[in-house]
């Protein structure tokens, strides 16, 4: 079993709807979570990053985290075509910080 | 530079060649990571440096895998005698600092065929 859990997809949705996307996790040592978003071809770049539990708000993105479950979620409002991408968990334990583990990745297609 | 770069972009190998992958990170970035990345995968930690020090190499698959940065910016990954399962996209990120709350900036990767 992987480290960090994540639905491939591919997810389809249309222009406007609200996206969730989700990974479980099973270190329980884990204490920082990101999400990342990759363009095709392109290197991933960081979206949000969340330390331990709870919410966190960016424009039209929210992340939230959920410890006592192992549950982290990615929610995007408004979705547009440009939000178009494979979006990436990824978390780290407090000692180690800069070994990040990344889920396998959701591919998201939004309709214009 | 504006951005992590990488060369070349593309490689493809004869199974069993030699193969060496550049890494120019953000001017000034302590930190520099290497990543592997298979299809439809995410990125898996191969090694860390900070500076010209290589901290961490637990994820080196192999001792086909060297990596290096001897002058604590450039950094240049190895992988001799290749297999076919090192095709993948080789990914390498750099960061201003060592924490996770620095952000890893991710170059485009160079993408390994070996056949």
């Known amino acids: 079993q992987k480290e960090v859990e994540q639905d491939p997809g591919p997810l389809s949705v249309p222009e406007g709807a609200i996206v969730s996307l989700n990974c479980t996790y099973s270190n329980s040592a884990f204490q920082y979570f990101m999400w990342y978003r990759q363009y095709s071809r392109k290197g991933p770049e960081l979206l949000m990053y969340t330390y331990s539990s709870g919410n966190k708000e960016d424009g039209r993105f929210t992340a939230q985290v959920d410890k006592s479950s192992k549950y982290i979620s990615l929610f995007i409002r408004d979705s547009q075509p440009s939000d178009s991408a494979t979006y990436l968990c990824?978390?780290?334990?407090?000692?180690?910080?800069?070994?990040?583990?990344f889920g396998s990745g959701t591919r998201l297609s939004i309709r214009p | 530079g504006a951005g992590v770069s990488q060369s070349p972009r593309y490689k493809v190998a004869k199974r069993g060649q030699d193969v060496a992958l550049r890494c120019d990170p953000i001017s000034g970035h302590v930190s520099l990571f290497w990543y592997q990345q298979a299809l439809g995968q995410g990125p898996e930690f191969l090694t860390y440096?900070?500076?010209?020090?290589?901290?961490?190499k637990s994820g080196l698959p192999s001792d086909r895998f060297f990596a290096e940065r001897p002058e604590g910016s450039v950094s240049t990954l190895k992988i001799q005698r290749t297999q076919q399962e090192d095709s993948a996209v080789y990914l390498c990120a750099s960061s201003f600092l060592a924490g996770v709350g620095d952000t890893q900036y991710f170059g485009p990767g160079t993408r390994l065929t070996v056949l």
């Open positions: 990824a978390m780290s334990e407090e000692s180690s910080a800069s070994k990040i583990i």
């Open positions: 440096f900070q500076n010209e020090a290589q901290l961490d």
